[in-house]
Nanobody
């Protein structure tokens, strides 16, 4: 089994910063893409930022210039540095990882979610 454990959420005033972390553990051969998603009012998960195992990144327009995604492949960990936070960044943030297990099958795993609240 594979577990993704997130940390770093919390409450901050507008203009502040938070750093989210997500560590993957378990039966992992390798991890391809990792990313952060936010739950929408319609209960869907929208992409905030993603990173490949080679370090290529992709950001939602709302995150560009303010958020930075990075990863430590040796630790199977992905980070999201969020600066200049706005009230509209408030939400539950989920980590996602595309994991290849030792049987070479690939599966998508999700963390439990971490709450970010930005006050005005």
């Amino acid at each position: 089994q594979v577990q993704l454990v997130e940390s770093g959420g919390g409450s901050v005033q507008a203009g502040g910063s938070l750093r989210l972390s997500c560590a993957a553990s378990g039966s992992i051969f390798s991890i391809n893409d990792m990313g952060w998603y936010r739950r929408t009012p319609g209960n869907r998960r929208e992409l905030v930022a993603a990173i490949t195992n080679g370090g290529s990144t992709n950001y939602a327009d709302s995150a560009k210039g303010r958020f930075t995604i990075s990863r430590d492949n040796a630790k199977n960990t992905v980070y999201l540095q969020m600066n200049s936070l706005k009230p509209e960044d408030t939400g539950v943030y989920y980590c996602n990882a595309d994991v290849r297990k030792y049987d070479m099958a690939s599966w998508s795993f999700w963390g439990q979610g971490t709450q970010v609240f930005v006050s005005s």
